[in-house]
């Protein structure tokens, strides 16, 4: 790559090389979003660029870590024109007894533990923009309520009868297709009209970005450097310089990965391999520059080691049945036999995901089941993932 000539013959097979500390990260032409070359990002980013000028509410639907509150503060709120500010809250967290107060503010002593007035995050946004994250997590009171402070443009706090003005562009996000919880039952139809579906955008998930991922990955490692978190280990390195390599097989493995947390999950991803490495000393010199290489196996040890967090992977074929041909030839005993037609079945599973093995143990043993689990047993089977990440490489080229 262009960025990398200064050590071009020692990361021959490199994917990603990224050069001087005081160079990562340069402005991203695009802006601050990595749009890339998806269809779908291509989309999103045509529709958004309309929705940012208009009035209209914006409902944006999207997996966790897919961004949405940062296309909010980033690209909708920066290019709506309003005066005001921009008011992010994670309704998640609110408490349901709290959470007309948290809209709508309240006056001192309308509630327990209420010492002073304060307003709500509605008047708090007013002429500017309010982005209210995890919207499907409202009861169907407090969407009631917040139909009539949409309509209305105004907002009473609780224990006053004053109206007050609150009429921020509301820019609402969720997890969740709000159009099936209204066929459920459990959102308001009319509160989802408001919200107006014809404004509604979907944030693809990195799964759905494949074509975009080797930038996203360069990116979230310039980012965890540029950090004040890690600007310690960094100047530890004495070094004026520095490069991140992801060798060719790494690169693969990090492709082929699901990205079940996306965004988040890479950030995390990226931070935790810089850390690892300026924390165990993991950079050889180079021309008198610190080059830190993210092997395979480290990110075969991060991505495992992600796999007993509480993310949740996007549903599998484990409640499906697969069926593979296999070849049999003469063994020797039952065994032998056995043996060859479950490496027959773990090869043909390896390719069909890609050779992510958190999916292939999830639909060999179900949700939990840890990867280590899988790698151990095709170890034992013969079966060497360098081999098989060769051979799917090849089959894909």
Same mark, same amino acid.
């Given at each position: ?9 020692? +990361? ?5 090389? @990224? ?9 991203? #032409? #695009? ?21 940012? *000028? ?27 024109? %309003? ?10 967290? @609110? ?10 503010? +309240? ?6 533990? /209420? ?19 995890? @919207? ?7 969407? &009631?309520k917040l139909l ?7 907002? =009473? ?9 609150? /009429?921020? *562009? %509301? ?8 159009? !099936?919880?209204? *066929? ?13 579906? +014809? ?5 693809? /998930? ?10 996203? @990955? ?18 530890? !390195? ?7 390599? %992801? ?9 082929a990965h699901q ?21 165990q000393r993991g ?9 830190? =290489? ?28 697969? &069926?593979?041909? %296999? ?71």
């Amino acid at each position: 790559m262009s960025n990398a000539l200064a050590i071009e013959d020692q +990361a021959a097979d490199s994917r990603l090389c @990224i050069s001087r500390l005081d160079e990562l990260g340069a402005a991203n #032409e #695009e802006g601050p979003v990595i749009w890339g070359r998806s269809p779908a990002m291509a989309e999103l980013r045509r529709r958004l660029e309309v929705l940012a *000028r208009s009035p209209l509410p914006v409902l944006i639907e999207g997996e966790t870590g897919t961004g949405k509150s940062f296309l909010a503060e980033h690209v909708l709120h920066p290019r709506s024109g %309003v005066k005001g500010p921009l008011i992010v809250t994670d309704l998640s967290t @609110i408490p349901d007894s709290l959470m007309p107060a948290h809209l709508f503010g +309240a006056r001192r002593g309308s509630y327990t533990g /209420s010492v002073d007035d304060h307003p709500g995050v509605f008047e708090q946004a007013h002429a500017g923009t309010l982005f209210l994250d995890e @919207i499907a997590n409202l009861d169907a009171e407090t969407q &009631r309520k917040l139909l009539l402070v949409l309509e209305r443009g105004t907002v =009473t706090r609780l224990g006053d009868s004053k109206a007050r003005p609150a /009429s921020p *562009r %509301v820019v609402a996000a969720t997890n969740l297709e709000v159009a !099936q919880l209204v *066929r459920e039952g459990r959102f308001r139809h009319d509160l989802y009209a408001r919200l107006n579906p +014809a404004t509604r955008v979907r944030v693809p /998930s990195l799964r759905e970005r494949k074509e975009d991922l080797e930038d996203l @990955i360069r990116f979230a490692f310039a980012d965890a450097l540029r950090s004040g978190s890690l600007l310690p280990l960094v100047r530890a !390195q004495r070094r004026a310089a520095a490069a991140v390599v %992801v060798p060719e097989l790494a690169m693969q493995r990090l492709v082929a990965h699901q990205w079940p947390g996306n965004h988040r999950e890479l950030k995390l991803f990226a931070t935790n391999a810089l850390v690892f490495l300026l924390v165990q000393r993991g950079a050889t010199d180079v021309d008198g520059r610190s080059v830190l =290489t993210v092997s395979e196996s480290l990110v075969d040890q991060l991505l495992d080691d992600a796999r007993a967090q509480p993310l949740a992977l996007p549903v599998a074929a484990s409640t499906a049945e697969r &069926r593979i041909e %296999v070849a049999l030839k003469p063994c020797r005993t039952f065994a032998e036999i056995s043996a060859d037609v479950e490496r027959q079945y773990l090869t043909a599973l390896f390719h069909a995901h890609g050779g992510d093995l958190g999916r292939m143990a999830l639909e060999l043993f179900g949700p939990g089941a840890s990867r280590r689990k899988v790698h151990l047993r095709m170890n034992q089977l013969g079966l060497r993932l360098r081999n098989l990440r060769g051979a799917l490489s090849s089959g894909a080229s």
